[in-house]
């Protein structure tokens, strides 16, 4: 069975804290990415990883950075949380196919 | 460029009922489509996808969607309602182009209440 994991499944953080988010997957897959979930708006991604030490922009990385020291893991920073960076965040992973597996999500609540 | 609209971001039926839950997309080239739920506080799973076999395509829970080029379209159906379907459903397209970085784009969403 496939498995993705997130390092936390709820958040409670201060505005400008550092804050970092674990995805780790063990299908030794070389895409990796970072979405963040709000209603009404769907998944919009935030970064995604195609290799290791490898990286790209997405949609909306204004406010996030990543890092990927290891093929199955994929860290999301936010450097300075903020307030409207309160949400759900939804790690995935995928190999050469098309099909992304998904972790269970990371619902972060910045005060 | 691509993109992918669900339309209708709440659909109500009745238990046993018809679900239809409507997807429309845009790509340059056949694309790779999917059909993805979530239930609350839950990732994502895969419902079903299509990758130019089979124009219809079944998935896991009873659930289908056929491929329609000339519609552009590739909805969901499936035909009779369980409360336990009560979730989120995305679309999401893949370029064919891109498809060696799996990315995905997503619809809004849709979500399914299903009514006793």
């Known amino acids: 069975d496939v498995k993705v994991t997130q390092s936390s499944r709820y958040l409670v953080k201060r505005t400008g804290e550092k804050v970092f988010l674990e995805c780790v997957q063990d299908?030794?897959?070389?895409?990796m990415f970072w979405y963040r979930q709000d209603p009404g708006l769907g998944l919009r991604l935030i970064y995604f990883?195609?290799?290791?030490?490898?990286?790209e922009k997405g949609d909306i990385p204004e406010g996030y950075s990543v890092s990927r020291e290891k093929k199955e893991r994929f860290s999301l920073i936010l450097e300075s949380a903020s307030t409207n960076q309160t949400s759900m965040y939804l790690c995935?992973?995928?190999?050469?196919?098309?099909?992304?597996?998904f972790g269970p999500g990371t619902r972060l609540l910045v005060l | 460029a691509q993109s992918v609209t669900q339309l209708g971001s709440h659909v109500s039926v009745s238990e046993g009922a018809l679900v239809l839950l409507r997807c429309n997309y845009s790509?340059?080239?056949?694309?790779?489509l999917f059909w993805y739920v979530q239930y609350p506080n839950q990732g994502l799973q895969l419902l079903l996808k299509?990758?130019?076999?089979?124009?219809l395509v079944k998935g896991i829970n009873g659930f289908e969607a056929e491929f329609k080029k000339s519609e552009t379209s590739f909805h969901l159906t499936k035909p009779s309602a369980h409360m336990s379907d009560a979730a989120e459903y995305f679309c999401?397209?893949?370029?064919?182009?891109?498809?060696?970085?799996?990315?995905?784009?997503f619809g809004q969403g849709t979500t399914l209440q299903v009514k006793p």
């Open positions: 995935a992973s995928t190999g050469r196919g098309e099909t992304q597996y």
């Open positions: 299908m030794d897959h070389e895409n």
């Open positions: 990883s195609y290799d290791v030490k490898m990286k």
């Open positions: 790509s340059s080239v056949p694309p790779y």
């Open positions: 299509y990758t130019s076999a089979a124009t």
């Open positions: 999401a397209v893949s370029d064919r182009r891109s498809s060696n970085t799996g990315k995905l784009i």
